[in-house]
């Protein structure tokens, strides 16, 4: 698990040097459905120009918190503020933020040039000047060759690409992403991600990007908050968030964690004979479950190791090896170089051990 | 195995033309019937006589008042009746599907309704309500309208509920109004473009149930096209099934010009069109 985000621009500030960008300020929202919250007190800052994801598992109340902010869903509680100005109770219509939707949400009876020239119109911006603009916009998503097509005779992809142009054309405070690329095949969501990443830092508009791809989250934002049942777990840098997690859930949901059997010492911890160091609000003394990542592992063939391969895989820049730790049907997984899969037979006995690197435990162990 | 093949298209092909022959027979015979009974003299000769003495409005007016009151009655029914079925029907449905779901299978109960309800229990029904319309509105045959609205409510509602279904509403909605648009803006600009289709069947079904009608209008003794065609039935029947006949053809021209002035933007035709919502209403029509 890698983060490919690169900041050639710095997030608040367009390509062109101008701050565009607003601060957005949740505080304290809440919002139930019966007995459900899918809302607990969320409170979540965006610096201007600053595009920051929410991820977490399905009903986690990331969707609903970018909704509030639309103003399609009227929070129980909580302020929401965009440039200082309360928009809690502003209708959607009025709060001037830019959305794409998860489904396709082009106009179906309007070409892709009148879909975008649609906020424009309602602004009453004149005919010459909305139509430049939205030639402009179509130029930026790279679809100026298809601007009289309607939305049927697009692919997914490129009513997307329509979608942002047109939420873009207004000049949006703030622009708002609900999964919008969950639609779309694995190759076009990889190059759509990046798109969406460039032209948001070539506009500099403050972005809030709701998905529950972690790849996609790390890989396009500035920060990326993991929600739990209406809360935030943890919001911080891709890279913090990988290599810092603050708790367990944090730790298992972003990226691949082993979860395996140890003694912690505090600062430090013993798992598979080795000592590691921990992280920051890590169980203390006692037996504990320590959360280390593939890469964090080596493992070596060992005719007298306590470890057995279960299986091994090459997956293209890098192998996976499958172990049983101790043989008591534990898996481990174990990232390796992508040319010595092929060592690894299963059955081979093996010898695991960590690399050093920090860890988190949790208090008790599995099972 | 393909001669098998062959073999049951043959039978297919053949059950089709049997279906096509006396669906036509059953719906043409009676037609030609009525062409038949109004272009012959008391002789049995052929004659046109009843069809230049129709032809000649200004003179079978003033021969048949009543065809001239009905005739203008049963054109304001049919547009009044669209007009507030679709003011109803419309907005209802589409706010119902946003933001009420949960009431739909209410309003889809209560709209079916007088499916179940014959006219002239509507009729007994509605006698105390009409007692306040005459009293506030006057009797005027157009207020019957409100009457109709009601009887063509399960049509309507079908229709437009298929078009509906045919769109994502909520998410169309939504996005104009993150651009901007007010509920006005979003019915106008947003729903009703893309309901085009719908909206067209509806006012189809309600153009022509109104064109239609006898019950209610007779029992409360208005005058309509039918009540109008029946009153003349009683001194000159030729004329009554040649207006009959006329009425029908009126009906035809009407709903073909009515799908071709509204449906101009799509490449399918009127009746494709037609057929294609009432099979499935689920297929999305494309602009």
């Known amino acids: 698990m890698t983060s490919t985000s690169t900041h050639p621009t710095q997030p608040g500030r367009s390509a062109d040097g101008g701050a565009r960008g607003v601060a957005v300020e949740l505080t304290g929202l809440r919002r139930s459905y019966g007995d459900v919250h899918a809302l607990d007190d969320l409170t979540l800052r965006l610096a201007p120009g600053e595009l920051v994801a929410l991820l977490g598992p399905s009903g986690c109340g990331k969707t ?257 090896v499958v172990v049983d730790p101790g043989g008591a049907g534990q898996q481990v997984i174990v990232q390796v170089p992508s040319g010595s899969v092929a060592d690894f037979a299963p059955g081979a006995t093996v010898t695991l051990r960590p690399t050093g690197d920090p860890a988190l435990a949790v208090a008790g162990t599995d099972g | 195995m393909s001669g098998q093949r062959a073999s049951m298209r043959r039978r297919q092909d053949l059950f089709r033309w049997v279906v096509v022959s006396l669906s036509l027979v059953f719906f043409g015979l009676p037609l030609f019937s009525m062409l038949e009974f109004t272009t012959r003299d008391a002789q049995g000769h052929r004659t046109g006589a009843t069809w230049s003495a129709l032809a000649d409005f200004g003179a079978i007016s003033t021969r048949y008042p009543d065809l001239r009151a009905g005739f203008i009655a049963s054109i304001g029914l049919a547009v009044l009746t669209v007009v507030v079925m679709l003011v109803l029907l419309v907005p209802t449905m589409t706010w119902v599907r946003l933001r009420l779901p949960g009431l739909g299978r209410t309003v889809e109960f209560i709209c079916l309704l007088p499916l179940t309800v014959p006219a002239i229990v509507l009729v007994v029904g509605l006698t105390p309500v009409y007692a306040w319309v005459t009293y506030f509105l006057g009797g005027n045959a157009i207020w019957l309208s409100f009457a109709y609205v009601v009887l063509v409510l399960p049509y309507a509602y079908r229709a437009l509920d298929a078009g509906l279904r045919a769109i994502d509403v909520r998410t169309l909605s939504e996005a104009a109004r993150s651009l901007g648009a007010g509920w006005g803006t979003v019915m106008l600009r947003v729903i009703l473009p893309n309901l085009r289709t719908a909206v067209l069947s509806a006012s189809f079904l309600a153009v022509a149930l109104t064109l239609g009608e006898f019950t209610i209008a007779n029992l409360f003794s208005r005058t309509n096209l039918q009540v109008a065609m029946y009153l003349i039935g009683k001194s000159d029947a030729q004329i009554s099934v040649a207006v009959g006949l006329a009425s029908l053809v009126f009906a035809f021209v009407i709903l073909f010009a009515m799908s071709f002035v509204g449906g101009q933007r799509s490449s399918a035709s009127p009746l494709t069109r037609l057929n294609r919502l009432t099979r499935s209403g689920r297929r999305k029509e494309t602009a």
């Open chain 1, 64 to 320: 609903t918190a970018l909704r509030c902010l639309a103003g399609l869903e009227d929070p129980d509680e909580g302020r929401i503020e965009v440039d200082g100005r309360d928009l809690t109770r502003v209708p959607t219509n009025k709060r001037d933020l830019g959305m794409v939707f998860q489904a396709y949400s082009l106009f179906p009876h309007m070409t892709a040039r009148q879909n975008v020239e649609f906020g424009l119109q309602l602004r009453r911006q004149p005919g010459q000047q909305r139509r430049s603009r939205a030639a402009e916009m179509l130029e930026l998503v790279g679809l100026s060759t298809q601007a009289d097509r309607y939305a049927h005779q697009m692919s997914g992809g490129q009513q997307q690409r329509v979608a942002l142009a047109r939420a873009l054309a207004i000049e949006p405070q703030v622009l708002l992403l609900d999964e919008p690329l969950s639609a779309l095949d694995a190759k076009v969501r990889v190059q759509l991600r990046d798109e969406i990443r460039r032209i948001q830092l070539e506009v500099g508009t403050t972005t809030l990007f709701v998905t529950h791809d972690q790849e996609e989250a790390l890989a396009v934002a500035d920060r990326v908050g993991v929600m739990r049942g209406g809360r935030l777990e943890q919001i911080a840098s891709p890279e913090e968030l990988y290599s810092r997690p603050v708790n367990d859930f944090v730790a298992d949901f972003v990226g691949v964690t082993n979860r395996l059997h140890g003694q912690s010492h505090g600062t430090t911890a013993t798992v598979l004979g080795a000592s590691i160091p921990l992280l920051p609000g890590s169980a203390p003394e006692g037996a504990a479950t320590v959360l280390v990542r593939p890469e964090h592992l080596t493992v070596a063939l060992d005719p007298a190791g306590p470890g057995t391969v279960l299986s091994a895989s090459f997956l293209g820049a890098h192998g996976r």
